[in-house]
């Protein structure tokens, strides 16, 4: 079976605009909406014509879809109005407009997220030692990695919720708890993603770490085997 990751890009209308983006796979929803406070959106949208809850991309059985969650200005995919509540097809090159073409999105895949997923014999899991005293990490039995503190903290809640979403106020109250409260030393999207490019380069391949827009972090396993070892 093949399980794909579709990026849902907002087309910006300003040259130089830092391109914003969300990844829909299977089991994960997005939500889009007007950006409020109590905005339960994972796409925030800074526009009053936009719903609070406007309409949501999801996967389902391997099939993209989109639905309007009846909101007041309406969706559309190529200039096809949706009905509200009545779920749509949509694939890689189609566009979708909300308030009637005054937002833009587009979906493609993204090549780097994009992976085929074959069942494996468990023999070919990777196997993975913690030892939390050397603040080590050993992977397949090859010479142990060893971690500062805070690396090694982040890998290890990473690990322990492997292909599961972690806020970033989590990975802040398990690496730097001495700072959580602290109006002084709140700790910046900056040091998160420094933190986490430092984890990636020490893993050295078997493990990617990806973002996922105004949510959070996963982790997931790279398997190191080839498909003819599998017959």
């Known amino acids: 079976m093949i399980y794909k990751t579709f990026k849902v890009v907002l087309r910006t209308m300003h040259k130089g605009q830092t391109e914003e983006f969300a990844y829909v796979y299977e089991g994960k929803s997005l939500l889009i909406g007007r950006a409020s406070q109590h905005s339960n959106a994972d796409f925030r949208l800074y526009n009053d014509f936009v719903s609070r809850e406007h309409c949501r991309i999801y996967m389902e059985e391997g099939q993209l879809l989109i639905e309007d969650l009846a909101s ?46 074959t069942p494996v014999n468990p023999e070919f899991l990777q196997t993975v030692a913690i030892n939390e005293h050397l603040q080590t990490v050993i992977i397949n039995e090859e010479a142990p990695i060893k971690m500062p503190t805070k690396e090694f903290n982040c890998f290890k809640l990473l690990y322990e919720n492997l292909d599961n979403l972690i806020s970033k106020e989590e990975i802040v109250q398990q690496v730097w708890p001495e700072r959580v409260g602290d109006p002084e030393q709140i700790v910046t999207a900056e040091e998160i993603a420094s933190l986490l490019y430092r984890v990636r380069k020490r893993l050295n391949g078997h493990f990617a770490i990806k973002a996922v827009i105004q949510k959070g972090y996963y982790m997931e396993s790279i398997h190191s085997f080839n498909l003819s070892d599998l017959s």
Not at 84 to 89: T, V, Y
Not at 90 to 109: A, C, K, Q, R, Y
């Open 72 to 117: 007041k200005h309406g969706t559309s995919v190529n200039q096809m109005p949706l009905v509200p509540g009545n779920p749509c097809h949509i694939e890689p090159g189609d566009s979708i407009t909300l308030v009637n073409g005054l937002i833009e999105f587009i979906i493609s895949i993204d090549n780097d997220l994009t992976m085929d997923f």
